[in-house]
């Protein structure tokens, strides 16, 4: 166990970020935050002891911040695996590189959990319009163009409807996977938590609503019908934390289909479809990550009220009704301190307990 009053290193400077900073302190540790952007435009320094801007894949700047810390551990999964080898020569990263390699590449990720029995939705990899042609003859459409690195929220995705709009699409020069459409009646989140002695315990899966390709609403509990699917994903999240011998909080996404669930994406990370356990869960999933990287013991995933709770993402504009939303005292409302608001941007969420 890492005692508090150590400093835990967190790469990326972003909300998740922030999140985990304030988790942090509330435990008597404090946060330092290594990321490409100046200080002023990170959120994560708003609540943090330190700040190092860099690059990513500077190795001689990672590895000085890496001396600056007890444990580094990342908000953020598009970052290049290699040179977190920097870290790892002076103190653990958690979770581990291969987690960030598998999930930040989808070939390699739907790959992986295919080796462990998982099911994704029928997928093949696009390197030239020849490969698009013949995936879509293959799998059929509609179907999901998508890059197969650094896409989230709904970007880096373009919608197959037809063989022809394949034929007329001018591809980007990236690798890309093209994804048949699943039927589902819903999604559905599993959201774990693993130390390194192999201690794994679940947080109850949300119901996930998305608009415009983002996170709009996650619902705890989750309905009856997704609700029965969520023991074979989270025996899918098991093999997948163990075979990566994962440390920290990891998330797994589902479609919930007539034929049982659907593996749709992994984030090696805290999430957003778990905030709503900051409020709704004994311990949330940004506590249980400090908790686990830093080898505590885990705190309690039970739910707070057995109603449950749903948790609102504020979009762009939407967290301008902030006093609206405090007028509400059920309301739980976190901005992120974002000081430009855009369209399709997280700004902020809301979260009532179900009593």
């Known amino acids: 166990m890492i005692a508090p009053g150590a400093v835990i290193g967190i790469l990326g400077g972003g909300q998740l970020g922030r999140m985990m900073a304030m988790a942090a302190a509330q435990l008597g540790y404090s946060a330092h935050v290594y990321a490409p952007e100046p200080r002023e435009s990170s959120v994560a320094a708003q609540v ?27 908000e953020f999964e598009n970052v290049a695996a290699a040179p977190l080898a920097a870290i790892t020569a ?22 992986f959990v295919e080796g462990l029995g998982g099911r994704p939705a029928p997928w093949r990899q696009v390197d030239s319009a020849e490969d698009l ?32 709009d394949a ?6 020069d990236v690798p890309l996977i093209y994804e048949g459409f699943v039927t589902f009646f819903g999604e559905f989140s ?10 794994v315990d679940f947080w109850d899966s949300a119901q996930n609503v998305h608009e415009n390709g983002i996170l709009a609403r996650s619902t705890v509990p989750a309905p009856a019908a997704i609700e029965a699917q969520v023991a074979p994903a ?38 957003n479809s778990g905030h709503w356990s900051i409020e709704g869960a004994l311990a949330s999933q940004f506590e249980n990550h400090v908790r686990a990287i830093l080898g505590l013991p885990l705190g309690s995933t039970a739910l707070v009220c057995p109603g449950g709770a749903v948790m609102d993402n504020l979009i762009g504009h939407q967290a301008d009704d ?34």
């Open 48 to 74: 943090s002891a330190a700040y190092t801007q860099g690059a990513y894949d500077d190795e001689a700047a990672l590895a000085a911040f890496a001396r600056q810390v007890s444990v580094v551990t990342y």
């Open 167 to 172: 034929a007329a699409l001018t591809l980007p």
């Open 133 to 164: 042609a013949r995936a879509v003859a293959e799998i059929g459409t509609p179907g999901i163009l998508k890059t197969r690195r650094d896409g989230y929220d709904g970007k880096g995705q373009w919608r197959i409807m037809t063989a022809q």
């Open 190 to 199: 599993v959201i774990l938590v693993r130390k390194a002695d192999g201690t």
């Open 90 to 111: 002076h103190v653990p990263l958690c979770p581990p590189a291969r987690a960030l390699e598998v999930a930040q590449d989808r070939v390699n990720e739907k790959s």
């Open 234 to 271: 989270r025996a899918l999240a098991r093999k997948v934390a163990e075979a990566l011998d994962y440390v920290g909080v990891l998330t797994l996404e589902f479609f919930a289909t007539d034929e049982g669930p659907v593996f749709n994406e992994m984030a090696p990370r805290v999430h």
């Open 322 to 355: 902030w006093a609206n939303l405090l007028a509400d005292p059920a309301n739980h409302l976190h901005l992120y301190g974002k000081a430009e608001t855009r369209p399709g941007r997280k700004m902020g969420h809301v979260t009532r307990l179900v009593r």
